[in-house]
T-cell receptor, first 114, second 112 residues
């Protein structure tokens, strides 16, 4: 059974702290790993990672994939109250030419307090 | 561009009633998905369609049916709603190979 596990499930930090969110996967036909941020409604896309060891950055957020360890981390530096959200990671699975199924973890609920 | 459009946004059903959730995307994507989201459970895949004319079960398909009507539309049907199907339902679509998935705004369904 394909499985994506995120930790911690919830986290409370103060503004300015740095946080690291973890995602591990045990899946067949792994193609890529995706990170999403969910505030009130639909998840919004953050990063997609396909190659091990290559960091992706966007402002204060960065993420990296380790295919040997079957895991990924999402780092947020200098957190702000606007970073409060549920962070979801998903493994894209597939065979042949395409990657079809997207399996999500349970998410990490991040709360940033002033 | 509208992206992924879901209707309705809210629905209350009585146990045993049926209904269809509609989803349409205008990005010419091949793959479409239906998820449900319950507190503390993340997004659980109900059904997906890798391309027009194909559908496959996900993690929690029981009690649901889907139809990939054409490349744009992917509907989810509850034949006989149960309180356990109270949830927020998200539709998503994705282009081929390694690309991000785009989500609709969700349908909040309550079964009483």
């Amino acid at each position: 059974e394909d499985k994506v596990v995120q930790s911690p499930l919830s986290l409370v930090v103060h503004e300015g702290d740095t946080v690291t969110l973890n995602c591990s996967y045990e899946v067949t036909n792994f193609r890529s790993l995706l990170w999403y941020k969910q505030e009130k409604k639909a998840p919004t896309f953050l990063f997609m990672l396909t190659s091990s060891g290559i960091e992706k950055k966007s402002g204060r957020l960065s993420s990296i994939l380790d295919k040997k360890e079957l895991s990924s981390i999402l780092n947020i530096t200098a957190t702000q109250t606007g970073d409060s959200a549920i962070y979801l990671c998903a493994a894209a699975l597939g065979s042949g030419a395409g990657s079809y199924q997207l399996t999500f973890g349970k998410g990490t609920k991040l709360s940033v307090i002033p | 561009n509208a992206g992924v459009t879901q209707t309705p946004k809210f629905q209350v059903l009585k146990t045993g009633q049926s209904m269809t959730l509609q989803c349409a995307q205008d990005m010419n994507h091949n793959s479409m998905y239906w998820y449900r989201q319950d507190p503390g459970m993340g997004l659980r895949l109900i059904y997906y369609s890798a391309s027009e004319g194909t559908t496959d079960k996900g993690e929690v398909p029981n009690g649901y049916n889907v139809s990939r009507l054409n490349k744009r539309e992917f509907s989810l049907r509850l034949e006989s709603a149960a309180p356990s199907q109270t949830s927020v339902y998200f539709c998503a679509s994705r282009g081929q190979l390694n690309t991000e998935a785009f989500f609709g705004q969700g349908t909040r369904l309550t079964v009483v």
